[in-house]
Antibody, heavy 122, light 108 residues
């Protein structure tokens, strides 16, 4: 059974960089037709896809966040990471990491981490 | 605003059937996946592809699609189905994932 676990600071100061890591257990991050994503959810609001990385290292980002986001992967540690720069209070949210499986032309998020709350405040 | 549109709230009487819809141009080419989220919990995949349920999801959950609209149907809604439901598919370019705004389901 694949499990994902987010880790990182729960409090980040405005203008600084938010950094989170997702550790994958129960399977290799390098195997299979998957990609690995970050998704966030401000309190009381909906889900927002942030970006994804394939184990090849190829990345795609939400256009609304692209200038501030970097996602990387460390296959030796079975981890992938998120960096979001120049944060403001609007970046306060629960951040989820998730695995996406591909089915033909479609994909779907079949495994999720439990989520971690990141608050941006001085 | 999202490229996938959902009704903000829907209600259903216990044991009755409810349909939650998701509209978007990309749904003419791609299937939606559906996620159930209860308060304080991570989303859970309930439907993917044409109409596939992950292991452990009750068969009262089903999915369908017509034109630019995807639907999640719960046949015989239970109290434990009360949750937020999100659809997910591709953006208008067909390249990137996008979520609908979510539907809050109340079971009366």
């Amino acid at each position: 059974q694949v499990q994902l676990q987010e880790s990182g600071p729960g409090l980040v100061k405005p203008s600084q960089t938010l950094s989170l890591t997702c550790t994958v257990s129960g399977g290799s991050i390098s195997s299979g037709s998957y990609y690995w994503s970050w998704i966030r959810q401000p309190a009381g609001k909906g889900l927002e896809w942030i970006g994804r990385i394939y184990t090849s290292g190829s990345t795609n980002y939400n256009p609304s966040l692209k200038s501030r986001v970097t996602i990387s992967v460390d296959t030796s540690k079975n981890q992938f990471s998120l960096k979001l720069s120049s944060v403001t209070a609007a970046d306060t949210a629960v951040y989820y990491c998730a695995r996406a499986s591909e089915l033909g032309m479609d994909d779907y998020f079949d495994y999720w981490g439990q989520g971690t709350l990141v608050t941006v405040s001085s | 605003s999202s490229e996938l549109t959902q009704d903000p709230a829907v209600s259903v009487a216990l044991g009755q059937t409810v349909r939650i819809t998701c509209q978007g141009d990309s749904l003419r080419s791609y299937y939606a996946s559906w996620y159930q989220q209860k308060p304080g919990q991570a989303p859970v995949l309930v439907i993917y592809g044409k109409n596939n349920r992950p292991s452990g999801i009750p068969d009262r959950f089903s999915g369908s699609s017509s034109g630019n609209t995807a639907s999640l149907t719960i046949t015989g809604a239970q109290a434990e189905d009360e949750a937020d439901y999100y659809c997910n598919s591709r953006d208008s370019s067909g390249n990137l994932p996008v979520f609908g705004g979510g539907t809050k389901l109340t079971v009366l």
